[in-house]
């Protein structure tokens, strides 16, 4: 089974502190992606990146940043965390299954910024 | 980017009954998938759908293409509890390394 995992399930946070969320896949793949989720909003495309050391942006990446250094591992980081950044945070990995990619999600981290 | 809508945002159900959700867009998809999320997880894949018009079942789940690849629906026969989550529907983009485009989802809620 695929897994990917993320360092924390709950996560609270002050603002102007750095956060760092990790997620680890452990099927090689070369896609993966940062969501953040909010009611009513779906999941909205942070960062992703594919392949190690490359990244580009998604739709909201203002306010964050990620890092790749391994194939495994794919990191987002909130260099000041302010109150609008509390949210869900779905990482997720993804393969090319014939015609069509698949996406395999971690569990979500809920970063809350006080 | 196309935008997926879907409707309805919220269902709340009794167990045994059925139910409808849909995803629509004003483009034409390549494919489409269908996840599933359960209150505290991540997103699970269903199913992928390719052809138009193509109908496929996963137990009591099934999964409709539209004629046109402009619209789809899942339908529950006989809801469980266990059937409870958010159904979201998600567009793989093309040309885009495995970009997908996720619509808001339907909050739907099997009450025993």
Known sequence: ?114 | TQLLEQSPQFLSIQEGENLTVYCNSSSVFSSLQWYRQEPGEGPVLLVTVVTGGEVKKLKRLTFQFGDARKDSSLHITAAQPGDTGLYLCADPLTDSWGKFQFGAGTQVVVTP
């Open chain 1, 1 to 114: 089974d695929v897994k990917v995992t993320q360092s924390s399930r709950y996560l609270v946070k002050r603002t102007g502190e750095k956060v760092f969320l990790e997620c680890v896949q452990d099927m090689d793949h070369e896609n993966m992606f940062w969501y953040r989720q909010d009611p009513g909003l779906g999941l909205r495309l942070i960062y992703f990146s594919y392949d190690v050391k490359m990244k580009e942006k998604g739709d909201i990446p203002e306010g964050y940043s990620v890092s790749r250094e391994k194939k495994e591992r794919f990191s987002l980081i909130l260099e000041s965390a302010s109150t609008n950044q509390t949210s869900m945070y779905l990482c997720a990995s993804s393969f090319a299954a014939g015609l069509f990619y698949e996406q395999y999600f971690g569990p979500g981290t809920r970063l809350t910024v006080t």
